[in-house]
Nanobody, 122 residues
Framework: QVKLVESGGGLVQTGDSLRLSCVVS????????VGWFRQAPGKERAFVAA????????RYSDSVKSRFTISVDNARNTVYLQMNGLKPEDAAIYFC???????????????WGQGTQVTVSS
């Protein structure tokens, strides 16, 4: 059974940095790629970043490119999202996701975590 558990959310100020973590258990071919989505209040869930466990096919949404970095640690079955230069519009619930490829993760992830809240004060 695939399980994704996020951690690392919290309250920060504009311009601060934060790193989210997600431990993925029960990895299979259906979790060959991992990534992050986010959902701000009153908005739909939106893709943030994705990568394969082999560190290939990295992709980001335009809104976070150059500020956020996705990375993986295979030994710990963990995917990270390093967020720098946070803005109030980055405030959202961040979900760890998984799928077969970075493209499929970006379009329609197969597996979802429960989410972790990120709040950015101005």
């Amino acid at each position: 059974q695939v399980k994704l558990v996020e951690s690392g959310g919290g309250l920060v100020q504009t311009g601060d940095s934060l790193r989210l973590s997600c431990v993925v258990s029960g990895r299979t071919f259906s979790t060959a790629a991992v990534g992050w989505f986010r959902q701000a209040p009153g908005k739909e869930r939106a893709f943030v970043a994705a990568v394969t466990w082999g560190r290939a096919g990295i992709r980001y949404s335009d809104s976070v490119k150059s500020r956020f970095t996705i990375s993986v640690d295979n030994a710990r079955n963990t995917v990270y999202l390093q967020m720098n230069g946070l803005k109030p519009e980055d405030a959202a619930i961040y979900f760890c996701v998984a799928g077969r490829t970075p493209a499929s993760v970006a379009a329609s992830p197969t597996h979802w975590g429960q989410g972790t809240q990120v709040t950015v004060s101005s």
